[in-house]
Structures are given as C-alpha cells and as structure tokens.
C-alpha cells in the first residue's frame, strides 16, 4: 500500500545559499572540476547552516564543506571552509576570502 504523507512541519526556517554566493561557490567548483581535483557536491539546507560539500568521487567523505553561519555574522564570521577532518580552515566575514584558501590549491596545482 503506497500512502502519500505531507510535510506539515516543514516552516521554511533554513539557511540557504543565495544567488551571489552560490555562484562563486560553482564558479570556483568549475576551475576545480576543469582541473581534475573535484568531481561532485552536495548542498544542505538546515535550520541554522547551509552547506556546500564537495567530494574527489561520489562514494566519498566530503573532502571540504564550505559553511554559511548567519548566527556567527557578528563574531567570527558566517562562512568557513571546514577540511575533511572536521578542522576549520578559514572562517571569515567575506566568502571570497574565506574560499581563497581553496583558491591557493587550485594555483598549486596549475604551477
């Protein structure tokens, strides 16, 4: 027996990536497909983060997990670039300059 369920409890309250951040997050996603390093991601939309996980293959960990906090705006800032080991890499207010150290393996790798 196949029953439908609503989603009644859904509020619509999560954080979410907005136009502007996504699309320096899939710009710099595209400069490391076209490089070979990265192959997919993930997007999670939660009650207080939003996250972009990038994987090397589907089956995989996610070897970064670039964060939005909007609770953290007023402290250390709202994104951070989380390693595959749970460490916090960078965490600032600017999400280009948070992603620049993402930006230095892509420059590593091109040299």
Do not use: C
Request: aromatic letters at 10%.
């Amino acid at each position: 027996m196949n029953s439908f369920i609503p989603i009644t409890n859904f509020h619509g309250n999560v954080v979410s990536f907005q136009k502007p951040e996504l699309t320096i997050i899939l710009s710099l996603y595209g400069r490391m497909v076209a490089s070979g390093e990265w192959r997919d991601y993930g997007i999670s939309s939660l009650k207080e983060v939003a996250v972009f996980s990038v994987f090397r293959r589907t089956a995989e960990h996610p070897i970064y997990r670039i964060e939005k906090r909007p609770k953290l705006r007023n402290r250390q800032g709202q994104y951070a670039v989380v390693g595959m080991d749970g460490q916090i890499l960078k965490r600032g207010h600017d999400l280009k300059s948070v992603l620049g150290i993402l930006e230095r393996k892509l420059i590593k790798l091109v040299d």
